[in-house]
């Protein structure tokens, strides 16, 4: 079976990266708009092309309001689901290679989505599609539900779970292998300044969204400063003042390590020119406490526990409004760890700092018995394939998982040298610049979805019989 499964991968590698290619072309950031499209037009276009593939491939399809879609292929039993998503985060700045055409590089694909998820959709398609084409027996259905609105809160996959039917166990391929059975929370806080800012300070803008390490920020002062000037930063003229933009290195917010915010880096820049008001600097270096560190130690909220290790608290994005300070954070907080606890200790060092919470919006963590028979199976089958021992494990990452029943995450990020793209120092990862896939891992995460897919099956149609008996 597996050479049979082997040369159909092989015949139909082009065509995935045509699929995959065909979906980058569509800016699907999902934005909330009123009418036909809730996240929209954008995430639209790239839906109705994902269920017109997976059509023209034989499946059944569904379109859920525009939120989600569907592809089934029935076969009676339970139903195994796979979940992805088509929603894309900004582009930002900084691409060597157009963010919404897909760029081929060797053996990598470049393009906003390649890796996070639109790639991976594609390749669920086809595990689905190499098991019809080869006449594999299955006992139970395959279900794909591809979602537009995972990057920007997950209610399109809260409103499935509300209106559609949920498949008996779902796999989420949106990360990386062998088994991701907890993740931990996210709560999405909204800070505002207590005081407003003076006239000298004009602007403070940096990130697109909260769950990004920022790579650029800057801040537009009434008028030029004398300096000492930052390495980090660099003055420019603005009107009869000056503009200070300061540099990072982009990182997702569950894994920020190795990623340099860029408003701690502009907001010490600042600090140092002797400019600001007293006001103004209490504000601005609030600010850049709570960015210097990505542990929330400043914020009275560090901890960790021992399964899914310590919290981690990323600013994201910062902005004036009507002359305040707003800044988004991002945190990742263990498994174990009740919130209400840490949403009241943040609320208090806040208020120390001059800010107030203004919005505080919790995803609870997800957590699934690593010693299930699903997850059992599905961990040996991606160890045979790469001849590993590898443990399944818990992430700061968020996938749909936490908001669907009987959900785990399963590839299919493997490990890769991306050094031949010689792209800059943080470009390459998803959510960063020139976001980039290997085609050859994801032929093998192919391949493991599908053999995964197999042993699955069996071990589900098993307990169906051993249920039967029972029964009987």
């Not at 699907?28 to 954008?42: C, I, K, L, W």
């Not at 050859?440 to 995964?452: G, H």
Request: charged share 20%; glycine share 10%.
């Amino acid at each position: 079976m597996e050479r049979r499964i082997d040369e159909w991968i092989s015949a139909h590698q082009e065509e995935l990266v045509a699929d995959i290619s065909r979906l980058v072309t569509y800016p699907s950031v999902s934005r909330r708009q009123e009418g036909p499209y809730p996240y929209g037009e954008g995430c639209a276009q790239a839906l109705s092309a994902m269920l017109e593939m997976a059509g023209r491939y034989g499946f059944k399809t569904q379109n859920v309001e525009e939120r989600c879609g569907v592809v089934l292929w029935e076969n009676g039993g339970k139903t195994i689901g796979l979940w992805g998503h088509l929603d894309v985060v900004p582009e930002g700045n900084k691409w060597s290679y157009p963010p919404y055409q897909c760029t081929r590089i060797g053996d990598f694909l470049i393009g906003r989505g390649v890796q996070d998820n639109k790639g991976p959709c594609v390749a669920a398609l086809y595990a689905m599609r190499c098991l019809r084409d080869l006449g594999v027996p299955m006992q139970n259905s395959l279900c794909q539900i591809v979602g537009c609105a995972e990057e920007t809160g997950m209610d399109d996959a809260q409103y499935y779970v509300e209106h559609e039917n949920v498949p008996d166990f779902n796999i989420i391929t949106d990360c990386g292998f062998p088994v991701c059975y907890g993740e931990k929370g996210i709560l999405e806080v909204r800070l505002k300044s207590k005081k407003p800012f003076s006239e000298a300070v004009a602007r403070l803008h940096g990130g697109l969204v909260s769950n990004m390490v920022p790579d650029a920020a800057e801040i537009q002062l009434s008028r030029m400063p004398a300096g000492p000037f930052s390495e980090t930063a660099v003055w420019e003229p603005a009107g009869q003042g000056a503009r200070l933009c300061g540099k990072g290195v982009s990182a997702h917010a569950a894994f920020p390590e190795g990623g340099v915010n860029a408003i701690e880096a502009v907001c010490s820049a600042v600090l140092d020119t002797g400019v600001l008001s007293d006001s103004d600097w209490d504000i601005v270096d609030s600010i850049r406490k709570i960015c210097a560190v990505s542990d929330g130690s400043c914020l009275g909220i560090d901890c960790r526990d021992e399964v899914s290790g310590a919290l981690t608290c990323v600013a994201g994005k910062v902005r004036t409004e009507q002359g305040h300070a707003v800044l988004d954070l991002n945190i990742r907080y263990p498994i174990f760890v009740p919130a209400e606890g840490l949403i009241n200790a943040l609320t208090d060092a806040a208020g120390q700092l001059g800010f107030q919470v203004m919005s505080c919006h919790d995803s609870k963590p997800n957590y699934f018995d690593k010693e299930s028979p699903y997850v059992k199976s599905l961990v040996n089958t991606y160890n045979r394939v790469t001849g590993e021992q590898a443990e399944p494990f818990v992430m700061g990452g968020g996938t749909y998982a936490r908001k669907i029943p009987n959900a785990v995450a399963y590839g299919p990020g493997l490990p890769v040298d991306g050094s031949s793209l010689k792209l800059p120092e943080g470009h390459g990862n998803c959510h960063c610049p020139d976001e980039a896939q290997s085609i050859p891992n994801l032929l093998k995460a192919l391949k493991i979805y599908i053999l995964a897919l197999i042993d699955l099956d069996k071990v589900m149609g098993k307990e169906a019989s051993e249920e039967g008996s029972r029964n009987r």
